[in-house]
């Protein structure tokens, strides 16, 4: 399997948003990015991560901390939602 990534640079030109905010996501560990060459990859599944914080950050106007605190919930959401349907399959098993 391919791991296919896109340049940071692209990213920016083709949204028209600037790379400081993509610097502050890479130090605050919201989201990795690969360095090689002086410039930053990112690996396309990774991809609908950086939309989302691009989107609450420009479109919602939130700070990066509150882009952390947003992400961090989302995935504890979905880790219990796992844990339910985790659940209701066991429960199943007992009927």
Excluded: V, W
């Amino acid at each position: 399997m391919k791991i296919e990534r896109i340049t940071i640079s692209d990213y920016c030109n083709h949204y028209k948003i600037e790379t400081t905010f993509i610097d502050i996501l890479d130090e605050m560990g919201i989201i990795q990015f690969e360095n090689r060459n002086n410039e930053k990859f990112l690996d396309t599944e990774k991809l609908h991560d950086l939309d989302r914080c691009r989107q609450l950050y420009y479109e919602l106007h939130i700070n990066p901390e509150g882009i952390d605190a947003i992400l961090n919930l989302l995935q504890k959401q979905q880790e219990l939602q796992d844990e339910i349907q985790d659940l209701k399959n066991r429960l199943r098993l007992h009927e």
